[in-house]
């Protein structure tokens, strides 16, 4: 099939396994899918790596992220070769905000209470500290919607996401040169579904739809996500092809 390369960007607590269903879908219908594994180290950090993955693909790229996956592709989304931007429950932080400064706006989800911080050794300098979510707390607040059997492995083997992203502000928001469009989780229970409104209005998006889903989206209603990606990747298509 021709068209765009989907690189699909995961989000904290979360792997490229939780796309699994999303790229199963994707890859049957013949679309070139690239899934990186995000360090989740710093929102700088991670971008620049996501960024040098987009920038190795021969030809356009739609990114495609997931929570903080959507500050990821909001940065890395600057790399010349992105056509279009598609944000699931996600951040689509402005240029000098952080996550920090976006959420800061809104009541707090049921997030910030079950949230554990933990070391992590650094070489050369102090420990970085890596956030997670409470084992007994992942499968209804970050994972509601999802088989429990499931939800149980997902958080026995989450990967963290250090605090110094949090902080750290977007240099650039691609989304105000590029065409985007987002999903909203309005029963997510991780991210205040207002942020994730606010940011889509505000970035003056496409196409904003609505899913009675909780946060892990792609999981739950894996076939409205997989509609929604090809519907903007057809878009760009006729856009391209006129």
Do not use: C
Not at 201 to 224: I, K, N, T, Y
């Amino acid at each position: 099939m021709s068209g765009p390369t989907i690189v699909l960007v995961h989000g904290a607590f979360a792997d490229s396994a939780s796309f699994a269903p999303v790229t199963r879908a994707l890859l049957d219908q013949g679309h070139r899918v690239v899934v990186p594994a995000v360090p989740n180290r710093s929102l700088l950090a991670d971008s620049a790596y996501v960024r040098s993955i987009v920038e190795g693909v021969d030809g356009p790229v739609v990114l495609v992220g997931h929570s903080y996956g959507g500050a990821v592709i909001t940065v890395a989304g600057a790399a010349e070769n992105v056509v279009g931007l598609v944000y699931l429950a996600g951040y689509a932080l402005d240029e000098g905000e952080s996550l920090g400064a976006l959420q800061g706006g809104f009541p707090d989800s049921e997030l910030a209470a079950n949230l554990v911080y933990t070391p992590f050794p650094v070489p050369g300098g102090e420990d970085g500290t890596d956030v997670s979510v409470a084992v007994d707390a992942f499968p209804d607040v970050f994972a509601a919607g999802v088989d429990r059997t499931t939800t149980e492995v997902l958080a026995v083997s989450q990967r963290p996401l250090a605090a110094l992203a949090f902080g750290e502000a977007a240099p650039v928001a691609a989304w105000k040169t590029t065409p985007a469009w987002g999903i909203v989780s309005a029963a997510d229970r991780t991210i205040n579904p207002d942020v994730e409104r606010f940011g889509y209005q505000r970035g003056g998006f496409r196409a904003v739809v609505e899913l009675d889903a909780p946060h892990l989206v792609m999981l739950s209603h894996p076939q409205d996500v997989v509609a929604f990606i090809t519907d903007a990747v057809t878009e760009l298509d006729r856009k391209d092809q006129s």
